[in-house]
């Protein structure tokens, strides 16, 4: 059964950086497009960034490019994202999500899930 867990959440200054991980197990993980997605209490789960299978290829939010960067490890089974400049309104539970058959922003065609790590970001 492939499962995913993230980390590296945490509080972080406005401004300032963290990076999340996202590991892998149970499958062939270069056989999966991994996606992040973040929910902030009240809203809805949003599309953050995505990475192919052998990561030729990947997609962000417009409110996210240039600062964040999703990257992939995959003799590691290791997906990475990147955040820079981080920004209040970046704060939210970020979820690794990871689809065999499917690589892009909509959060239903991803079919395994992590629990969410918090990330925090002061003013």
């Known amino acids: 059964q492939v499962q995913v867990v993230e980390s590296g959440g945490g509080l972080v200054q406005a401004g300032g950086s963290l990076r999340l991980s996202c590991a892998f197990s149970g499958g062939t993980f270069s056989g999966y497009a991994m996606g992040w997605f973040r929910q902030a209490p009240g809203k809805e789960r949003e599309f953050v960034a995505a990475?192919?299978?052998?990561?030729?290829?990947?997609l962000y939010v417009e409110s996210v490019k240039g600062r964040f960067t999703i990257s992939r490890e995959n003799p590691k089974n290791m997906a990475y994202l990147h955040m820079n400049s981080l920004k209040p309104e970046d704060a939210a539970v970020y979820y690794c999500?990871?689809?065999?058959?499917?690589?892009?922003?909509?959060?239903?065609?991803?079919?395994?899930w992590g629990q969410g790590t918090q990330v925090t970001v002061s003013s």
């Open positions: 999500a990871a689809d065999a058959a499917y690589f892009g922003s909509t959060g239903s065609e991803y079919d395994y």
């Open positions: 990475i192919s299978w052998r990561a030729g290829r990947t």
